[in-house]
């Protein structure tokens, strides 16, 4: 199975999250931390940045998912 970059999370929390949404879609997420942040993460722990990839098939669907939720974010204030 071929995996694609869906994007660069700023940490394990936001990963993590993110992961959660898709897993509910049906989405198989991996996670990936690129260049020096591979040693980072030993070091800082989970404030580092990491890649969450999923696979090619399933790219425009994780896509659209994540759109729809960033588009319908409401502020509680209003």
């Not at 999923?54 to 998912?65: D, L, S």
Request: proline share 6%; hydrophobic share 45%; no cysteine.
């Amino acid at each position: 199975m071929a995996w694609e970059k869906l994007l660069t999370a700023a940490n394990d929390l936001e990963a993590d999250m993110i992961a959660g949404l898709l897993k509910q879609a049906g989405i198989p997420t991996r996670y990936k931390y690129s260049g020096i942040n591979s040693y980072l993460k030993v070091v800082m722990g989970p404030v580092v940045p990491l890649e969450i990839w999923v696979p090619a098939e399933k790219i425009r669907e994780a896509q659209e998912i994540l759109a729809a939720f960033a588009g319908n974010k409401s502020n509680p204030r209003q």
